[in-house]
């Protein structure tokens, strides 16, 4: 399924001024990236939390966390990552449009079904305008 993600999510944002390349990365979760010291959560989107990790206040998302998480390992695997910076969240996290090869890691997720999109969450409606037939 995540391959024809990677077919599906063709589009590019616009604008490559703004990035920069990201390095030594790791994956906490679905939409949650470690680079070096930096934490970064993936700008629009939504994925299942790890076991325990869903506060009792709050409807988190459906799915496989374990599986969400092996599709943005697999997303970003041996790609030449770049990161736009937007924000930070009030965790302290970055929030950010993450690129693998040129192509948005946050639209590949939506595709394969591995998360969801959270308008309320995409700034300027990046991730609308990214892949707008996954951000629904």
Not at 2 to 12: K, N, R
Not at 17 to 38: F, N, Y
Not at 53 to 75: I, Y
Not at 82 to 91: F, G
Request: charged fraction near 30%; proline fraction near 4%; glycine fraction near 6%.
């Amino acid at each position: 399924m995540l391959a024809a993600s990677l077919v599906a999510c063709a589009a590019v944002s616009p604008t490559t001024r703004d990035r920069e390349p990201l390095s030594a990365c790791s994956v906490t979760d679905g939409d949650t990236l470690r680079c070096q010291d930096e934490r970064v959560r993936l700008l629009g989107i939504d994925a299942p939390e790890m076991p325990g990790h869903c506060r009792q206040d709050r409807t988190c998302v459906e799915g496989d966390p374990l599986e969400s998480k092996l599709a943005l390992e697999q997303a970003i695997a041996q790609k030449r990552l770049t990161i736009e910076r937007v924000a930070k969240d009030r965790y302290g996290r970055t929030l950010a449009l993450v690129f693998a090869d040129k192509q948005d890691v946050s639209c590949i997720l939506l595709a394969g079904g591995y998360a969801v999109y959270v308008e309320r969450w995409d700034n300027g409606r990046r991730i609308h305008n990214d892949c707008p037939a996954a951000a629904q």
